[in-house]
């Protein structure tokens, strides 16, 4: 492949932004474009056609019109029901790009040997993918799908009371805790206050760059897909006041978001 292009990242909005960040602070040489479509957010309860329909719409954005070489699926709804799909799709549309899931670098993060209380969207909770490697590889775990919370986050709304309403699902015995939402880290502080007891966390914004990282140096082949001139580009499919202080706030005052119609 002769042609350099950027990183992508897609999500719904806030979650996969938030990946974004840590992207930038720990890769910051890579050029980045990022998609949230705030436009049909929340992303947990729907079906898999829908998704798919969603997903290959900004995917054609990013492969096609943005010229990403590899693209990060920063939503583990989509990354745990229809990633296969997707990749097959990809294969066929978009030969020798890389599609990137979120599965992988958060279930080679987990103990098998602790018992963990894994929070995430109820398409999350019901995925297949998750479910067949909890049951393969995890002794103790439970979970507990959080219907409304990435909606507050979105939407600028207190999260912590309604965080604390799962305390009772909570075995006090628990130690160890994973957000298998992107979301939920925004609210990282939320999660130890509600549960103390707990004093490991898995972050999947914390994951995702050293995957990246490890990946790049198993495949350095690869890795020169990518160009490097440290440019980011915000992409929106709807005006969200919140979406846009969080961006600005992490990535400076002078960003640009651009709203796209798709």
């Known amino acids: 492949m002769d042609k350099k292009g950027s990183i992508g990242v897609f999500d719904s909005g806030l979650g996969g932004l938030f990946v974004l960040k840590h992207l930038k ?11 949230g479509d705030q436009a049909n957010m929340p992303y947990g309860d729907k079906t898999k056609d829908e998704l798919f329909l969603l997903a290959t719409k900004a995917l054609d954005f990013l492969y096609g019109e943005m010229n990403c070489m590899g693209v990060i699926l920063a939503c583990n709804t989509i990354s745990s029901t229809i990633y296969d799909r997707l990749r097959e799709w990809k294969d066929e549309k978009y030969f020798g790009r890389i599609l990137f899931g979120i599965v992988r670098p958060t279930v080679e993060s987990f103990d098998p040997d602790e018992k963990t209380v ?6 999350t909770c019901e995925s297949e993918v998750y479910e067949e490697f909890f049951k ?6 439970i979970k507990i799908p959080m219907k409304d919370l990435a909606y507050k986050i979105e939407n600028k709304e207190e999260t912590l009371s309604y965080i604390e309403s799962f305390k009772k699902l909570v075995d006090g015995s628990i130690t160890k805790g994973a957000l298998l939402c992107t979301h939920y880290g925004i609210k990282k502080d939320d999660f130890k206050k ?3 007891k707990i004093k490991n966390w898995i972050y999947q914004e914390e994951l995702i760059p050293n995957y990246l990282r490890e990946y790049f ?4 082949e690869r890795e020169e897909f990518f160009s490097k ?3 980011l580009e915000i992409y929106t499919t709807k005006e969200n006041e919140n979406f846009n202080d969080f961006a600005k706030k992490w990535f400076g005052v002078d960003l640009r978001i651009n709203l796209i119609n798709k």
């Open 136 to 141: 393969n590889h995890i002794k103790d775990y």
């Open 194 to 196: 509600a549960f103390p």
């Open 217 to 220: 140096k198993e495949f350095p």
């Open 118 to 123: 894994i929070f995430a969207t109820p398409r």
């Open 229 to 231: 001139n440290r440019k």
């Open 25 to 35: 602070e720990e890769l910051p040489d890579y050029d980045y474009i990022f998609l």
